[in-house]
């Protein structure tokens, strides 16, 4: 376990959406920052060991709002941005994504519920047993009223957690429009992977990705814009992100069936420099996320009162447990000024069920 001081700094990059160390280079805005790095709450961070932990995992003590019409403030922190509601429909646009989480944003009262802000994920990631994945949230949901509360699971050295619920209580939610995306994973001979519009704000592939992470340490994002009479465009943009490390989990075993609740024991091989890991319990809806955070010094243990919290959600749809490792840069996308992460992941997926 990492020691006092060292868990202090990690947890404080949590916080700052930084974990790859303290930093005292202050900044106003990100256009005072190298170009590889952003400004988090007035210092600049670097992005890498997935940058924007603070908005995806929404790590930060924003407290639990109560409110059944989501009148007090929330948070975002949904990693999968693009979470889907109890109905199947998109709820928001790569919560785990944004460039300022909803307490930061401070989400206005709409006429039901809460406006949370828009925000956008292109994440492309190799869960182990289960199938390689890569797929672009980019939702409009300026016209939506969400029900939202968070919670916060404070583990001291061990971690941190935020349970995140948000349904679509008004409205309909949209998408910004790109002709594709693509991205490139491996080394050159391999073909970068295409992802289209599918539905309003959901981009993805035609086929199943095979190939990824090959021969390279670096991914590369390409948004193409779209024709002229796309009612929402979103303008080119090209990002590079780190690839991540492979991550060996010895428990639980790939292809264990997880009981939730419960108390689940993680234990791995941890890296050189303990790349802090992600753990995270949803399901397909990710409607109700529950995410952590850990130090990576190869064990950790998903509290039995944080998998309560989340099961008394009543999250619904198909569960798992991912596992992962992951890498972030985070753009601003014009002409809305959109931000936009581009992620990275590798790890382990496991099937849930529900007690």
């Known amino acids: 376990m990492v020691g006092a001081t060292a868990a202090s700094c990690l947890l404080g990059g949590f916080w700052s959406g930084s974990v790859v160390g303290c930093s005292s280079n202050e900044c106003t805005d990100r256009r005072d920052c190298p170009s590889a790095m952003d400004c988090v709450d007035s210092v600049c961070v670097s992005p890498t060991y997935g940058g924007n932990l603070r908005q995806d995992a929404a790590l930060r003590d924003t407290g639990t709002s109560t409110s059944s019409d989501g009148s007090q403030e929330a ?13 199947g429909g998109p709820v928001d646009g790569g919560a785990d994504g944004g ?17 949370l802000p828009n925000e956008g994920l292109v994440w492309v990631g190799d869960p182990g047993s289960a199938m390689k994945f890569a797929v672009g949230r980019l939702f409009d949901r300026s016209q939506v009223g969400f029900f939202a509360e968070s919670q916060t699971f404070d583990l001291g050295t ?4 935020l349970l995140r619920t948000e349904r679509v209580i ?7 429009d790109l002709a ?7 080394i050159a001979a391999v073909d970068p992977i295409t992802l289209t519009q599918v539905s309003p704000g959901l981009y993805e592939p035609f ?3 095979t190939t990824l992470f090959y021969g390279a340490f670096e991914t590369q994002f ?5 024709g002229p009479a796309a009612p929402n465009p979103l303008e080119e943009t090209v990002a590079t992100t780190p690839n991540p490390p492979r991550l060996t989990i010895a428990l639980p075993v790939a292809g264990s069936l997880i009981t939730i609740p419960s108390q689940v024991q993680l234990t791995w091989t941890p890296t050189s420099n303990a790349h802090p890991l992600v753990v995270e319990l949803a399901t397909e809806s990710r409607s109700v996320l529950l995410t952590c955070v850990t130090p990576g010094d190869g064990t950790f243990v998903l509290p039995l009162s944080a998998t309560q919290a989340w099961r008394d959600q009543f999250p619904t749809g198909d569960a798992y447990l991912d596992v992962r490792y992951q890498e972030e840069t985070t753009r601003s996308v014009g002409p809305v000024d959109l931000p936009v992460t581009f992620r990275t992941s ?7 069920v529900i007690n």
């Open 207 to 209: 086929d199943t990705p």
């Open 180 to 186: 594709r995306i693509e991205i490139q994973t491996a």
């Open 75 to 87: 948070s975002d922190g949904g990693l999968d941005d693009g979470a889907m509601d109890d109905d």
């Open 99 to 115: 460039a300022s989480d909803a307490a930061d944003a401070g989400p206005s009262d709409g006429p039901v519920g809460v406006v």
């Open 170 to 176: 008004a409205g309909t939610v949209g998408g910004f």
């Open 158 to 161: 061990e971690g941190i957690c």
């Open 222 to 226: 390409h948004l193409f814009p779209p």
């Open 346 to 352: 590798r790890g382990e997926r496991y099937a849930v």
